[in-house]
């Protein structure tokens, strides 16, 4: 067994905190997600999708977005996630939505993950969770964790669109934005930022306001293009 190191430890108490305060959750069941969260656990097969080996490292620095292709299979692969996910938690936000683009966002969401897999080599989760993911889609090297924030776009794929967090959401080290197109092809990873610096410059857009809480919102402009070494997985 791996001891925490303290910034994992302090990492720990403030997501419990988070959880059990702000999403509601009992703190027994806050503190078991805040430490599957957190705390590092070996890589399983079942249920993952395997990145392959011999990905090419990039530069730390990407001066431009990351552009990610989907092959049929891909796409197939997340429409029998969605199907899947639809029987189980159909709608389970109560958003107001068509089932087009309930169907559309479902796929954008899981897309996105699989964008950021593929680009970074890392394995992207497909069980089907009752409880959701507790805000972290991939947990990286150095403790890093990061929750992809995909947008199903049917128009403008160069917008500097809008990346909104409430904050049961904010429980990620980093938020990633990705785009993808109406089409389900292709995806566009136009940056990151993290938390700290999130919480810092981020403002409230009232029009959007959910059950009496308007999120915090950055716009693409404002995300970093400077992707940290840890988000590249070992094997890369």
Known sequence: MVTPTPAQREDYEERAAILEFEANLSRPEAERRAAEMCFPRPRTQGGLFVPQANAVRQDRVVPHDIQVTFSPADVAHVEGFVAQMQSVKNNIHKVAQTLEQAHGNQMAGKLGELAFGKHFNWPVDFRIVLGGDGGVDFRLQDGLTVDTKSIWIQTRMDYNYTLALLAAERLSTHFVQV????????????????????????TPHTAWNTDGEAPLTVRRSQLSHAFPLAFWSETA
């Open 179 to 202: 785009l993808v197109d109406v089409e389900f092809t292709r995806a566009v990873i136009t940056g990151w930022i993290s938390r700290e610096q999130f919480l810092v410059i981020a």
